[in-house]
């Protein structure tokens, strides 16, 4: 499949990219969260033809983006509380999982009654959903199992002559995917971490939880959301993260540098400190958002350096850090070893 690289989003080829979805095919847009694989999310044949492009399991359903919240009466029964954290968040990194409406194939839901809802804050996302005039059913652009992509070189290498079009918007905002919390009854319960962040949902929804699966390995038929069973975000090299006080880390790093092919992640603040072999930073210990924004680009640059193994500093679980501490560790396999059990 010859695929079309848009490198302007301008008013002619907003309307070219729309014309392609409005008649089923692919196109990946770019959103404030990661590069997208676009559907028109009521074209079954359209919405079978991502799960093929991205190597998907048919059952890790895909979130349906809509230009405007008030859209979302017409493929969810939407709720108060829906609208409460619609006004706060939307248009921006939330999706919500509300009860679906007949009009959604379960093609998009995976045979649940349930959908995802989003609205990106993205203007590309925005001027393509709203031009194509469809809602659009959305995963990440990567190839599955691979890192999300936040560039569009990382599109092109993983969805050159898979898809119909891509659209370049430069580097993504925010560089991990949204939140995912779903709605049940008057509460709610995050299912992916993401740059909006518990302690923000916790003001809106006191009793909100934050389901196990997030922390923790979770390989259970029935887990709520289906994304998080599977190894995800990984480099071609396993991936270690290592756990323990900053000085057995750093000499952890140092030693495995001088007797193994291995790439280090860290933050900025420890390279000073490592060999200048195949380090690469992901943002200060105390800097989230950086971590967030960097994450992916450099778990991809990795794959160029042809190292055996990567060790990885364990970022903090609080605020926006939950969200890179969730997509890390299973980028890791939940592998974790201990620094100060080094053999020398
Ligand atoms: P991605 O499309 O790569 O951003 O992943 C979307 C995430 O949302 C995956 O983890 C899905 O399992 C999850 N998801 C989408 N729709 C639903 C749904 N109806 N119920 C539960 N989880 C969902
Ligand atoms: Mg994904």
């Given at each position: 499949m010859q695929t079309l690289l848009i490198k302007e989003a301008n008013k002619e080829n907003i309307d070219i990219a729309a014309d392609i979805i409005k008649n089923g095919g692919l196109v990946v847009m770019p959103t404030e969260t990661v590069y997208g694989l676009g559907a028109n999310a009521l074209d079954k044949n359209a919405v079978t033809n991502v799960y093929k492009a991205k190597g998907r399991p048919m059952d890790n359903p895909l979130i349906v983006h809509?230009?405007?919240a008030n859209d979302a009466e017409k493929y969810a029964y939407t709720n108060e509380l829906f609208y409460k954290?619609?006004?706060r968040f939307m248009p921006g990194p939330l999706t919500v999982i509300l009860p679906k409406k007949d009009i959604v194939p379960y093609e998009v839901s995976c045979g649940l009654d349930t959908v995802a809802i989003r609205v990106p804050s993205n203007e590309i996302a925005h001027r393509l959903i709203e031009t194509s005039g469809c809602p659009?059913?959305?995963p990440s652009a990567n190839l599955s199992g691979k890192p999300s992509p936040t560039s569009f070189a990382h599109v092109v290498e993983d969805?050159?002559?898979r898809v119909d079009a891509i659209i370049d918007g430069g580097e993504c905002d925010i560089g991990l995917e949204s939140t995912v919390i779903i709605i049940k009854d008057e509460s709610a319960e995050i299912l992916r971490p993401g740059k909006i962040t518990y302690e923000e949902l916790k003001?809106?929804?006191p009793d909100i939880k934050i389901n196990s699966a997030v922390k923790n390995q979770c390989t259970d038929e029935k887990?709520?959301?289906p994304g998080m069973k599977y190894r995800h975000y990984a480099p071609s090299a396993p991936v270690f993260l290592v756990e323990g006080n900053d000085n057995d880390i750093i000499n952890f790093f140092k030693t495995k540098q001088q007797t193994e092919n291995c790439g280090i992640l860290c933050f900025s603040e420890d390279e000073e400190l490592l060999l200048s072999k195949n380090v690469l930073t992901f943002g200060r210990s105390d800097d989230e958002t950086s971590q967030a924004h960097e994450l992916f680009?450099?778990?991809?640059?990795f794959d160029n350096m042809n190292v055996e193994?990567?060790?990885a500093r364990i970022p903090s679980d609080k605020g926006v850090g939950l969200a890179v501490y969730n997509r890390l560790i299973r980028a890791a396999g939940f592998d974790i070893i201990k620094a100060n059990n080094i053999q020398e």
């Amino acid at each position: 499949m010859q695929t079309l690289l848009i490198k302007e989003a301008n008013k002619e080829n907003i309307d070219i990219a729309a014309d392609i979805i409005k008649n089923g095919g692919l196109v990946v847009m770019p959103t404030e969260t990661v590069y997208g694989l676009g559907a028109n999310a009521l074209d079954k044949n359209a919405v079978t033809n991502v799960y093929k492009a991205k190597g998907r399991p048919m059952d890790n359903p895909l979130i349906v983006h809509l230009s405007t919240a008030n859209d979302a009466e017409k493929y969810a029964y939407t709720n108060e509380l829906f609208y409460k954290l619609a006004d706060r968040f939307m248009p921006g990194p939330l999706t919500v999982i509300l009860p679906k409406k007949d009009i959604v194939p379960y093609e998009v839901s995976c045979g649940l009654d349930t959908v995802a809802i989003r609205v990106p804050s993205n203007e590309i996302a925005h001027r393509l959903i709203e031009t194509s005039g469809c809602p659009i059913a959305a995963p990440s652009a990567n190839l599955s199992g691979k890192p999300s992509p936040t560039s569009f070189a990382h599109v092109v290498e993983d969805m050159n002559g898979r898809v119909d079009a891509i659209i370049d918007g430069g580097e993504c905002d925010i560089g991990l995917e949204s939140t995912v919390i779903i709605i049940k009854d008057e509460s709610a319960e995050i299912l992916r971490p993401g740059k909006i962040t518990y302690e923000e949902l916790k003001e809106i929804i006191p009793d909100i939880k934050i389901n196990s699966a997030v922390k923790n390995q979770c390989t259970d038929e029935k887990v709520a959301s289906p994304g998080m069973k599977y190894r995800h975000y990984a480099p071609s090299a396993p991936v270690f993260l290592v756990e323990g006080n900053d000085n057995d880390i750093i000499n952890f790093f140092k030693t495995k540098q001088q007797t193994e092919n291995c790439g280090i992640l860290c933050f900025s603040e420890d390279e000073e400190l490592l060999l200048s072999k195949n380090v690469l930073t992901f943002g200060r210990s105390d800097d989230e958002t950086s971590q967030a924004h960097e994450l992916f680009d450099k778990l991809r640059r990795f794959d160029n350096m042809n190292v055996e193994r990567i060790y990885a500093r364990i970022p903090s679980d609080k605020g926006v850090g939950l969200a890179v501490y969730n997509r890390l560790i299973r980028a890791a396999g939940f592998d974790i070893i201990k620094a100060n059990n080094i053999q020398e």
